[in-house]
């Protein structure tokens, strides 16, 4: 992509709106633009981002053995009266109504849908066990959205729906969804810790949540210093393993970690020796539920089990805050020049700084440079504008992207470009032919 062709609308000064780092970073590199409280527009540079998070969250729901689909926005209040929900859910829930009078709602979570679809397209225990999962827009009317994307009214979630024939066999289904939210956050560059959780109004009697350390961080957390020593990265993981997949969730949840809400003062000092306790902030990234009947009695999702008699299925959902994701990495990785994108989620992996546009020799070699990249698949951002090199500098530190390759007259006498890593600032010259083989994999 060409700056010059580019739309990413970069503001120079922090928005006087913006609270926390992320929500600043992200306006005044122009990823996002508030469109009303809670809702906002995702700009070019920002909607990389958002379908990067969405393709790794995919791929990993996918190598769990989970099943795309995609259910509407738009549901009837129908199923969420049988389930109870309708009254429950309160003002959170956006109602609408329709040209018919029929009462709708924008969806804030699908349990009702995807429970009453499964019951209609399962017949016996042999349809089971499965998993269902979409990546959609919610909406949750939340009394006091804020921090930009990262408290939205309307957001985009990964849910996924497990369906068992017992709670036994549901308890798999979850511990897979477990292990597979580790691996997904890891791909990102985070360390997502899971901590018991309460279950509101999803409901169920086993919950975690996992949440990302970060100043900023809506919950108060305590938990035990060897989590920062734990296997975080390595989850080549044989899913079908029911011992193995089990074992990495006891490893993960046998060290003491929990939110305010759950947390037991008690218990905490007995587990937790004095100086490996930590407190500290958290940003909820993922929350996973095992509710077993809850949806499925309402709404009669029940099918013959193997000697023929009805058996109630069982039931978790898996949620992951995608869009709020985007934010939470910011606040994760970010330094007082701006953001710092871990190389899988960056919106471009190269910004190519022309330092010299005009220069017909400089702008050649950028040209080549560029072609060379974009035909090898790196994607590469050129900064082909004419300001000076200082804005050029700021303005590609800001948007954070993984590597820099400053090309100007006097590189190209010494037939060098200068390479920057953005996240350590280490800066090599690197001779031109060699610059597109550094980047190929
Ligand atoms: C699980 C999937 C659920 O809704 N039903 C389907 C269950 N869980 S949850 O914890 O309420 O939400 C899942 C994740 O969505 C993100 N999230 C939000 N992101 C941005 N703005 C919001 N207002 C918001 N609310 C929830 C969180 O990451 C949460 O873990």
């Keep these: 992509m060409r700056l010059s062709k580019y739309f990413m609308p970069i503001l120079r000064d922090d928005p006087k709106e913006a609270e926390i780092v992320s929500h600043k970073l992200m306006l005044r590199a122009g990823m996002i633009r508030q469109e009303s409280a809670g809702i906002y527009s995702w700009l070019p540079t920002g909607f990389r981002v958002l379908k990067n998070i969405e393709q790794i969250v995919r791929e990993e729901q996918d190598r769990a053995g989970a099943i795309e689909i995609l259910m509407p926005t738009i549901q009837s209040a129908d199923l969420w009266r049988k389930s109870g929900r309708y009254d429950d859910y309160g003002r959170e829930m956006l109602r609408i109504t329709d040209r018919h009078d029929r009462d709708m709602l924008y969806g804030p979570t699908n349990e009702e849908m995807v429970t009453d679809m499964f019951r209609a397209g399962v017949q016996s225990y042999k349809d089971l066990p499965r998993n269902l999962y979409h990546i959609q827009w919610k909406f949750r009317d939340e009394v006091r959205p804020r921090f930009g994307i990262m408290r939205g009214r309307e957001f ?74 734990m296997n975080w990265s390595e989850f080549e993981i044989d899913y079908d393993d029911v011992g193995k997949v089990a074992g990495i969730v006891d490893e993960f949840t046998a060290k003491y970690a929990a939110t305010d ?27 996973i539920f095992f509710f077993g009947t809850k949806y ?40 007082e ?37 974009n035909d090898v698949g790196v994607t590469v951002l050129l900064d082909d504008k004419d300001d000076r090199a200082g804005a050029k500098f700021a303005r590609m530190d800001l948007i954070g992207l993984p590597w820099q390759i400053i090309i100007g007259p006097r590189g190209l006498k010494d037939g060098v470009a200068e390479v920057k890593n953005r996240a350590s600032g280490e800066r090599e010259n690197v001779p031109f032919d060699r610059i597109i083989n550094l980047f190929a994999d």
Excluded at 261 to 281: I, N, Q, T
Aim: net charge negative.
């Design 296 to 335: 499925s009695e309402p709404l009669g999702c029940i099918v013959q089990d193997e000697t023929g008699q009805s058996a109630t299925i069982h039931s978790g959902s898996y949620g992951v805050g995608v869009s709020r994701l985007a934010g939470a990495i910011i606040e994760a990785s970010h330094d």
């Design 261 to 287: 809400d759950m947390h037991d003062v008690a218990e905490y000092e007995k587990r937790v020796p004095v100086e490996k306790r930590l407190s500290g902030r958290g940003i909820e990234v993922g929350h």
């Design 337 to 373: 020049s701006g953001i710092i994108w871990p190389e899988a989620v960056a919106p471009f992996r190269v910004g190519l700084i022309n330092l010299k546009v005009g220069d017909v020799a400089t702008d050649a070699k950028c040209d080549v440079i560029y072609r060379g990249l």
């Design 156 to 229: 985009y979630m990964k849910d996924a729906y497990s369906f068992d024939i017992s709670a036994e066999a549901g308890r798999h289904s979850y511990n897979k969804m477990f292990v597979s939210y580790l691996r997904t956050f890891a791909r990102m560059g985070l360390k997502a810790i899971p901590m018991r959780a309460e279950t509101g109004p999803i409901g169920g009697d086993q919950s975690h949540e996992f949440l990302i350390l970060a100043e900023t961080g809506e919950s108060e957390v305590f938990f035990d210093r060897d989590f920062y020593d």
